[in-house]
């Protein structure tokens, strides 16, 4: 009976790190740490590796199996597909940066030259989407 | 678009009006507005639809989108008044943006 607990258990901490993942993208210490759904996913694994050790049922198997798949990919895709290769970008702490101008949202030209000497800028190049 | 979310609530209005908050995307121009006044910042949105500064700054993510197609590599960086860059943070994970807390901080420490 025990190995039933322990593969639910499994299978309510990987849907928990999921739930906790994607709800909480605007929280800055959950989306700033991927890290963690893959440690909860290996902890779900490691859960569920007792849970078959401790009986040999279908369940226990399919929270290991369940609990390993998410792992391996939970680690691919944060290790390996989120990756961006370091830029040589040309933004240097101390120096000033080539100025640009672009078209704003509504279709005014604005130069980061204009800001100079008048007020500091973020500027933060994004994707779009999130 | 999360970065942008937090730095507006992370930043007081007198800061964001003390401050000039340029976003630049290959986004179309319209769809970046709306969501500039659905989340309330005053932000300069600037399009940088063939990424051509994106390039010329040496921060373009090839074939990093969703689709395959070209990408800026998120990065934040925090100018003061002369225009020289006092704070940099460039993303070396897609899923990572920088701290709306942080940019706080250099925003607050630069005079």
């Known amino acids: 009976m025990r190995s039933g607990w322990l593969a639910a258990l499994s299978v309510l901490v990987c849907a928990a790190a999921i739930v906790v993942y994607t709800q909480g993208l605007r929280v800055a210490s959950i989306r700033n740490n991927p890290e963690g759904y893959v440690a909860a996913f290996a902890i779900g694994a490691t859960i569920a590796g007792l849970a078959v050790a401790l009986g040999r049922r279908w369940y226990a198997w399919a929270a290991l199996g369940l609990s390993v798949l998410l792992l391996l990919g939970g680690a691919a895709f944060n290790f390996v597909l989120a990756r961006i290769p370091t830029p040589h970008t040309t933004l240097r702490v101390g120096e000033r940066p080539p100025d640009f101008t672009l078209p704003d949202a509504a279709g005014t030209p604005v130069s980061l030259a204009d800001y100079r000497g008048k007020k500091p800028v973020i500027l933060v190049f994004y994707r779009g989407y999130w | ?111």
């Open chain 2, 1 to 111: 678009m999360a970065e942008l979310q937090g730095l507006g609530a992370a930043l007081s209005e007198a800061e964001q009006a003390g401050v000039a908050i340029i976003a630049v995307s290959p986004d179309p121009n319209q769809q970046s507005h709306d969501m500039a006044e659905r989340l309330h910042l005053g932000f300069r949105f600037l399009a940088d639809r063939d990424l051509a500064v994106t390039r010329r700054y040496w921060l373009l993510h090839a074939h990093g989108g969703e689709h395959g197609e070209d990408v800026p590599t998120p990065t934040t960086a925090v100018l003061d008044r002369s225009g020289a860059v006092r704070w940099l943070w460039v993303s070396d994970n897609f899923q990572v943006r920088p701290d709306a807390a942080e940019v706080r901080r250099a925003v607050r420490g630069l005079e």
